[in-house]
């Protein structure tokens, strides 16, 4: 059975806490669900639904730390030129890519 409807808020705003406090904040709870499961299906489709390379190379945290967060959403958007590695301009804002360099950054699954 579900939980009830408060139960199941909290632990929803509990869930969600970490990742809101370390977003810019205006990104709906909703939306950063979406860019999570844009980043391990979507660009997880070249680097690897859990970021260990393919097409494109691992994603590691240690690696997404010699970006600054600015330098890594940028890349983010404008692609690497000459490679496989699309710029996101066209389907992300510049928040949004804000928010999955941070997430790379500070809540990756391979922080080795
Ligand atoms: C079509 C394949 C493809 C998709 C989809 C893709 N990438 Fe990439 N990505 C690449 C390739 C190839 C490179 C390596 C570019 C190079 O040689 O410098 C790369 C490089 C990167 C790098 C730099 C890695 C490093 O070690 O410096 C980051 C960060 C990155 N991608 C993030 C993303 C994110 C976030 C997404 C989704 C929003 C995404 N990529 C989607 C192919 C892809």
């Given at each position: 059975?579900?939980?009830?409807a408060p139960r199941r808020l909290l632990l929803l705003a509990l869930?969600?806490?970490?990742?809101?406090?370390?977003?810019?904040g205006s990104l709906s709870a909703e939306r950063?669900?979406?860019?999570?499961?844009?980043?391990?299906?979507d660009c997880g489709?070249?680097?690897?639904m859990t970021l260990r390379g393919g097409l494109g190379p691992a994603l590691p945290e240690s690696r997404m730390n010699a970006y600054s967060r600015d330098g890594l959403a940028a890349l983010i958007l404008n692609g690497?030129?000459?490679?496989?590695m699309p710029g996101w301009a066209g389907?992300?804002?510049?928040?949004?890519?804000?928010?999955?360099?941070?997430h790379l950054q500070n809540d990756n699954p391979l922080d080795e």
């Amino acid at each position: 059975m579900p939980l009830p409807a408060p139960r199941r808020l909290l632990l929803l705003a509990l869930c969600w806490l970490p990742a809101a406090a370390l977003a810019d904040g205006s990104l709906s709870a909703e939306r950063q669900q979406e860019l999570e499961t844009l980043l391990y299906q979507d660009c997880g489709s070249c680097h690897g639904m859990t970021l260990r390379g393919g097409l494109g190379p691992a994603l590691p945290e240690s690696r997404m730390n010699a970006y600054s967060r600015d330098g890594l959403a940028a890349l983010i958007l404008n692609g690497v030129a000459g490679t496989a590695m699309p710029g996101w301009a066209g389907l992300l804002t510049e928040e949004e890519a804000r928010w999955l360099a941070d997430h790379l950054q500070n809540d990756n699954p391979l922080d080795e």
